[in-house]
C-alpha cells in the first residue's frame, strides 16, 4: 500500500525594469507511507496557459488579503499577490508575514511599544506551540532557543538579519537580543540572580556604546551600521545566558574623515558635542560656538544623539570615570585634527606651511592627544623614507599632508573601537567551561548603492553576496538537490544563483580582490586607467562585469543579485592599502594618553609577531574574516530573516510598490515560498528520529493495541522499516478522515525523514503526551513510596509511644504501689496507737460509782431503759451516755448537787440547750453526725473510724460538715 500525491505548479512571474524575469516552476510527489490508501490529484496551469485569470480571481477580495499570515498560503505565487498581501498586512499595521522559512518584516518607521513588551515575550515564550501565534520576530527566536534545548544536531543556532540599509537590522537585532536576555537569563536561584542580572544588563548595554562608535546617519537611514557585527550569545547547560562575544567587520573609517553629501559623522561626535557640560567642553577645548569640518549637519538631530545613554553604558561595563575622560579626549582630538589645513609651499623642496588658523587647532589637537605639538606637525608635514640602511627625509605635497592627516585619524579611531569591542568581549565573555552552545545574531550592512561607490561599498556589497550565496546553498539548492538524493520525486525550482557574481569578486586564479591585491603589492604609484584596462583583459570572459567606454572617469559595473552598481577605480588601490606612514605609529607610542600609548603598543607588538601583517591588504583580511563567518554559518542551525524598506525616505506608514518589489525580487522571497510550500523544511536521519520519537509507540496504549519498534535497529533498511511503522503507528490514530492526506507531511527518503512543520508539531505533541504521562506515572510511584514510607514511619512511631507510655504507666503503678505499702502500713501503726490511746481515755466506771440500789436486771440486760416512764430522776452510772440515750430522742432531767460537776462535763459532752428552764437532751448522732460521748479532746484531733453496731456509728465527717470531736464509739468496756 502507497500514497502518492502528484502536484504540479507553474508560476509566471512578473517582468521588472531593473531584474531579469524569472519562472518557476515544481513538481512534488513520490511520498510513501506505509498502511495508507489514498490518492490526491490537484493540478495548477502550465506554463503555457496565463495567470491573469487566477491572479484577479485572488485579489478580488482585497479585504481578505491581511489575513495571510504565510505567503506560502497564497495561489498563485507570483509578485503581483505577494506584493498585495503584504501591501494588505502593512496598510492595517501588521509588520511581520511568514514566507515559508523566512520571516519578512516591514519597517513601520515609527515607534510601536506594544509590539515588543515583556508581556508579549513571556506570551510567546510560554505557547505550547509559537507557530500557531501571530508572525513576529519572536517565533524565530523561540524556534532556534527550542532547538537549542531539544539538543537537536546542529544544536548551535544563527539568526541571519539581512536587507538594505534602512530596512530595520539593526532593530530587529536588537529585539532579539532583548528578548534573549530576558526569557534566557531567568534563575530561581537567589544567589545567582544577581549574576544573571549583571550579565543580562552588561549584554544589552553593549548595543548603545557598538552603535555610537559604529552607526551614522546616511540618506537611506539615521541608525545605519557602518560595520557588521556577529554577536554570540553564551548558553549553558540550563540554557541560561551566561556571557556573550561580539565579532566585528569592516569598520567604514573613512567616515571619520570623508563623510558623503548630505551625511554624518559616527553618533559619538554629535553626542559629546550637543550631551557636554561646560566643564567637558572646556577640558576638550570646544566652545559653544565653535565649527569643525569632520562634522557636517550637525544642526540635524537623531534619536541617537543620546550622550547620557551612552556614558550610562560606559558605567555599567565597566569603564571608570577616568578611562572614559581618556577616550573623549582622543574623540575631541580628532576633532581638533580635522580643523588643521595645510596651504602649498612655493618651493617643492621646503615643506608645506600651516594655515593661521590651523596653528590653534594643531596645538589643542597635540595638547588632546597628548603628543609634543612640533613632532606632530613634523609627521604631518614630512615623510620618511629608508634606502638601504639611511633614511632620507622628504617633504609632502600639500594633497600629502592632507592625506596624512586623515590617515593618522582614521587610524586612531579604528585602533579605539576595536579596543572598544575587546573590551567588551572581555566584560561579558564567559568562560568556555561555563558554556556549551551559543545563538548567534548576524547584523551587517545592508546592500549599497550611491552614486559614488569605492572600496567600501565593494566590500559591503561582497558581504552581502556571501549571505545571499549562504541562503541560496543552505535552503534553495541544498534542499532540492537533497530531495533528488533521498528519492523525493522534483522538478528544480529556478532560481536565482549568484556564484558567478562571487567568482568575480573573490574567485581564483583571476578575480577583482586579486587584481586589487596584486596592484597594491606593488612598490609604484596606481593607475587607475592602467587598472581598468587590465581588469578589462583579464575578466572579460564574467558575464557580470561590463564598463562604460563613454565614462571620464574610470570605473566597472557588477551585476550584483540585488541590482547593477557602479565602483569608481580612482583610489581604490591606495585605499585597499591602507598606508600608516610609520612615524604616525611612533608618535602615538609616545604619546602621554595611557590608553593610546596601550593601543599603540599592543599594535606594535602584534606587528612584530605576525610576519607579512605590514602586506595584508583591507580586501584580504575581510575575506578572511567573512571566510570564518561562513564557517559559523554552515556548522549552525540558521533562521532567516528578511528586513523589507517600505519607502526610500523612511517615512512611516508609507508603502511604495517600486521600492518593496525590487527587495523582494532581489531576495528571492517568491523562490523561498515556491520551494517551501511545496517541500518538507524539516529533514532528520533514521537514528536520530528512532531515539527522539520511538518512545511514542513505546509508551502509547491505544485501544488497537500498541505497536513494537526496535529502538537499537543498526542497519539502515532496518530503520527505515521502523521509520515506516512509527509513522504508520502516529498517523493511523491521527487520521479520523478517510480521506485525510498526510503523504503532504512526511517522506521517508533514504536516510532521512522529510517533514512539514505541521507534522513535527503532530510528533512534537503526541511527544510530549507521552513524556507528561511517564512523569505522571513517576509522580505517582514517588508519592505512593513516599506515602509509604510515610504510614511506616507513623506506625513505628506509634508502636514507639505506646512503648514508653506503658513503660511510664507500669512505672507509675510500681509507685503508687510502693507508696501504698507505706500508707497501709503507716496507717495500721497509727490505728494502733490510736486503738491503744482510746483505750486509756476511756471513762474508768468505778469513778461514777455510788451507792445506789442496784439496777434492775432488765435494765442491765437490755442496755438502755426508758426514762420518760420514770418519774423519779435517775442516775446515770457508768453506762455510755450514747448507750443509754440512743433510744431516747428526748428526756428531761432534773438536777441534784450529787454529781453536779461530773454531770456538768456530761452535758458539755451532750451539747445540752436550754428551753423554758428545762433542758432538752439530744443525742449528736442525729444532728451532728457525733457518736461519742467522751470528754472534749485536748491538743491535736485524730479521727479514728470502726465499724459500729450502732446506728450511724460507722459515719465518717464530710468535707462540708463542721465537726470537732471523735466520730467513734468504743464498746470494748460496758459495766
Known sequence: MSLTTDTTLTVKSMSSADQRRKGAAYKNGGGTVRGFVQKVHSTRPSLNDSLEGEIQAFLIDEDQLHTYDDLTKVNPVTPTTVLKCLQARYSVKVFYTHAGCTLVALNPFQPIPDLYSLDVMKEYHCAPQPQEFKPHIFIVAEGAYRNVRGQQAPVNQSLVVSGESGAGKTWTSRCLMKYYATVAASSSVVQSQDTVDRIERRVLDSNPIMEAFGNACTLRNNNSSRFGKYIQLQLDRCQLLVGASVQTYLLEKTRVACQPANERNFHIFYQMMKGATDEQRKEWKMSHGQRFAWLPNSEKTVEEDCFQETIEAMVHLGINAERQRQIFRVIAGILQLGNVNFSSSSDESQTCNLEELSKDFLQRAAELLCVPAEELQTCLRVRMLKAGKQSVIKPCSQAECSV?????????????????????????CAEESTWCNFIGVLDVYGFECFHINNLEQLCINYANEKLQQHFVAHYLRAQQEEYVSEGLQWSFVKYQDNQSCLDLIEGSPVSVFSLLNEESRLNRASDAKTLRIRMEKELCNNGNISWDKFSKEPHFTVAHYAGKVNYQIQGIVEKNKDPVPPELINLLQKSDNPLLHQIFTDKEADNTTSKGLSKVTVVSKFKNSLESLMKILHTTTPHYTRCIKPNPDCKPLTFKKEEVIMQLEACGIVETIHISAAGFPIRIPFEDFIQRYGLIAKYSNFKSGSLSVDLEADNNDNLRQEVEKLLYFVLRHEATDPLYNHNSWVHCGRTKVFLTQSMLDLLE?????????????????????????????????????????????????????????????????????????????????????????????????????????????????????????????????????????????????????????????????????????????????????????????????????????????????TL
Not at 590617515?407 to 561579558?428: D, G, P
Request: with cysteine; proline share 4%; aromatic share 8%.
Open 404 to 428: 596624512r592627516r586623515d590617515c593618522l585619524a582614521k587610524v586612531i579611531y579604528a585602533q579605539l573601537f576595536e579596543w572598544l569591542v575587546t573590551f567588551i568581549n572581555n566584560s561579558i
Open 765 to 973: 505533541g503526541q511527544r510530549k503526551m507521552i513524556l507528561s504521562q511517564c512523569a505522571f506515572t513517576i509522580q505517582c510511584c514517588w508519592l505512593r513510596y513516599q506515602r509509604r514510607i510515610r504510614n511506616a514511619r507513623r506506625q513505628s512511631a506509634t508502636l514507639i509511644q505506646a512503648a514508653v507510655r506503658s513503660w511510664l504507666v507500669r512505672k507509675e503503678v510500681h509507685r503508687w504501689h510502693r507508696a501504698a505499702s507505706v500508707i497501709q502500713n503507716t496507717w495500721r501503726k497509727w490505728r494502733a496507737l490510736l486503738k491503744t490511746l482510746a483505750e486509756a481515755e476511756l471513762d474508768d466506771a468505778e469513778d461514777l460509782q455510788e451507792d445506789m440500789p442496784a439496777l434492775n436486771p432488765v435494765i442491765r440486760e437490755r442496755g438502755s431503759v426508758q426514762l420518760s416512764n420514770i418519774q423519779e430522776p435517775v442516775t446515770v452510772r457508768g453506762w455510755p451516755m450514747g448507750l443509754a440515750l440512743a433510744s431516747a430522742p428526748s428526756i428531761t432531767v432534773s438536777l441534784t448537787a450529787t454529781g453536779f460537776q461530773k454531770m456538768m462535763s456530761v452535758m458539755a459532752s451532750l451539747n445540752l440547750p436550754s428551753r423554758r428552764g428545762e433542758y432538752k437532751v439530744e443525742t449528736n448522732q442525729y444532728t451532728r453526725g457525733l457518736a461519742s460521748i467522751r470528754a472534749q479532746p485536748k491538743g491535736s484531733v485524730k479521727l479514728h473510724c470502726q465499724r459500729s453496731p450502732l446506728l450511724y456509728a460507722d459515719r465518717q465527717p464530710g468535707k462540708k460538715c463542721d465537726v470537732t470531736g471523735f466520730n467513734e464509739i468504743l464498746l470494748d468496756k
